[in-house]
């Protein structure tokens, strides 16, 4: 009878703490200092109509990703996209070479198309394919499509570092924010995939990706009656406040202050003379 092979000896446990002992060459390692000028990562959103695609159309030298029609009253470069391979397609290739902003309107929309596109290649656990998401199980869909999501945004990456800026329009919607100190509220928030749970938030990795996100509003006036109404004007807000989700990371400029709200009328591109340093 054959004796059992013993077990394979244990290899030592490595020590996190040890230095490592592969030969580096610390010229890989520069250190700088300063400010950097490099292409710029912006979500823009507000509510349909508002003019979110006209603002985008000032940034500087732009071409638009058109996924709902939504230039079709601008005189701008366009490429009209249909479906989610297409965008991605259209994103590596050279054919937005030239451009020095890529807009794609809108980023509410490819969520859309990243979920089909989700029901058509991911099947399920057991190996078939299904016909909406919850189908996938309990919470399982919208995590397929948050990690879909993900490739358009390495898409976007790669824009950038290309040398060009990339501006997301989004719808808005409003949503609950939970208040550990006190009652919950409301705000408005990029329209994007985002489970109260937290997990496979869409919104929460856009605006983490950002480096400015743009809150685009009409601006409500009070009347005697203690009532608010559209007073027709609009206003480009960069700062977060209870009522919203905005931030900016600073002006092109060190000699440049972004207001926390700036007024827009259309055709004014002062804020991308602000952000990117440049516009149309």
């Not at 979110?52 to 996209?81: H, Q, Y």
């Not at 070479?97 to 929309?109: A, E, F, L, Q």
């Not at 991911?122 to 919850?134: A, C, F, N, Q, S």
Request: glycine residues 10%; contains cysteine; hydrophobic residues 35%.
């Amino acid at each position: 009878m054959n004796k059992p092979l013993p077990p394979p000896p244990r290899s030592k446990p490595v020590n996190a703490a040890q230095p490592v002992k592969a030969p580096v060459n610390p010229d890989r390692f520069a250190i700088t200092s300063g400010r950097i000028t490099s292409p710029q990562r912006v979500v823009v959103y507000g509510t349909g109509g508002i003019g979110k695609s006209s603002l985008a159309a000032l940034a500087p030298n732009p071409i638009f990703l058109d996924l709902e029609s939504g230039t079709e009253e601008l005189d701008v470069p366009r490429i009209s996209i249909q479906s989610w391979t297409d965008l991605r397609v259209c994103l590596q290739s050279s054919k937005l070479d030239g451009y020095g902003s890529i807009v794609i309107d809108g980023g509410t929309k490819a969520e859309e198309l990243a979920a089909e596109w989700t029901l058509q290649t991911v099947p399920h656990d057991k190996g078939h394919h299904i016909d909406r998401l919850e189908d996938y199980g309990y919470g399982k869909g919208l995590n397929h499509v948050y990690e879909t999501y993900l490739l358009l945004m390495q898409e976007m990456d790669s824009q950038i570092r290309r040398g060009r800026n990339v501006v997301l329009i989004c719808h808005d919607c409003i949503n609950e924010v939970p208040n550990p100190v006190g009652e919950n509220y409301i705000r408005y928030e990029p329209h994007l995939q985002s489970p109260k749970s937290g997990k496979a938030s869409i919104r929460n990795r856009v605006v983490q990706w950002a480096a400015h996100v743009l809150f685009l509003s009409y601006d409500v006036a009070a009347t005697k009656a203690g009532k608010g109404v559209g007073s027709g004007t609009r206003t480009i807000y960069t700062q977060e406040m209870p009522s919203h989700i905005a931030k900016t990371h600073g002006a092109a400029s060190k000699d440049v202050e972004v207001p926390w709200a700036l007024p827009y009328e259309k055709g004014d591109g002062a804020i991308w003379q602000m952000l990117l340093g440049g516009a149309k």
